[in-house]
């Protein structure tokens, strides 16, 4: 049990804590009902601090001793699924910028790797995938990434996080993103010991239109993944697509933890 836990079993400390949720409550509400409250506060979102590298990260999928992506800072934590629980198999997102590029690390735990589509912006969704929105404007960019590797990018209409039903995408947008994936474990054949698969990516953000982003930039950003298997979809988790939407900040401090000269501090 946490100390956290322990504090809210003692019975004397309920009438406080009760007090306190009550003050906050009505604090909601007004702040709800209030029309001049900033646009965000009707619109709850989660920061993503992005840590910035140094030099270019090599996208070879050569995890082994890549101290850039050993910081837990910039990441997702562990994808939550439709109950908010977090989502088996685990499954998590880093993020890092530098180089005029954002990186992605995504990590996903899965015992049946399938995937078969190789074609560009063909449905990869069919296979174990990643897709990732980007909306640093007001057009929503979707890269979805396969277990194979395999691209698939459009830009859309929509908001954030919106349903395909919603949204008109044209593909021949291109990301230019490159992609390395390290599988551990064996494609479309069940019953052996799969374990993961992992992604590395770089995305060049003038393929975004924010060729002058810099620290303290903001990019709306949500990701989704869905676990697929021989039989087909499976469990599915995210980040950032409802409420609260998220929003990669770029962040002036490096993942050895030095900041920029000159830069603005993170609080
Ligand atoms: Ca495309
Ligand atoms: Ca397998
Ligand atoms: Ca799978």
């Given at each position: ?23 906050c ?13 900033p ?57 890092r ?61 929509g908001?954030?996080?919106?349903a ?25 054949r ?17 393929s975004?239109g ?5 620290a ?7 990701i ?5 298997g ?9 980040f ?15 993942v ?11 609080r």
């Open positions: 049990m946490t100390e956290g836990q322990k504090v809210l079993r003692h019975p004397a400390l309920w009438i406080p804590i009760a007090l306190a949720t009550a003050a409550l009505g604090i909601a509400i007004k702040r709800s009902n209030d029309a001049r409250a646009s965000r506060d009707a619109h709850p979102f989660v920061e993503l601090h992005a840590p910035r590298v140094d030099h270019a990260i090599a996208i070879d999928a050569e995890m082994d001793g890549k101290k850039v992506w050993e910081s837990e800072a910039g990441s997702t934590g562990v994808f939550k699924d439709s109950r908010g629980i977090g989502m088996v198999p685990y499954t998590e997102a880093k993020v910028w530098g180089e005029r590029m954002l990186y992605f690390w995504l990590y996903a735990g899965d015992l049946d790797l399938e995937g078969s589509v190789t074609d560009p912006d063909g449905p990869i969704d069919l296979d174990d995938s990643f897709h990732i929105e980007l909306a640093p404007d007001d057009r929503v960019y979707t890269i979805e990434v396969s277990v194979l590797g395999t691209l698939a990018d459009a830009v859309c209409t908001t954030l996080g919106a395909a039903s919603e949204r008109h995408c044209d593909a021949h947008w291109q990301s230019g993103a490159s992609v390395a994936v390290d599988r551990d474990g064996t494609l479309n069940v019953g052996d010991n799969d374990e993961e698969w992992i992604v590395e990516m770089a995305i060049p953000l003038s975004l924010m060729e002058k982003a810099g303290g930039s903001r990019i709306p950003f949500a989704r993944r869905c676990d697929v021989a039989r087909g979809p499976g469990a599915c988790g995210s950032g697509m409802g409420e609260p939407r998220g929003e990669i900040v770029l962040d002036p401090t490096s050895d933890g030095v900041q920029l000269a000159g830069a603005p501090g993170r």
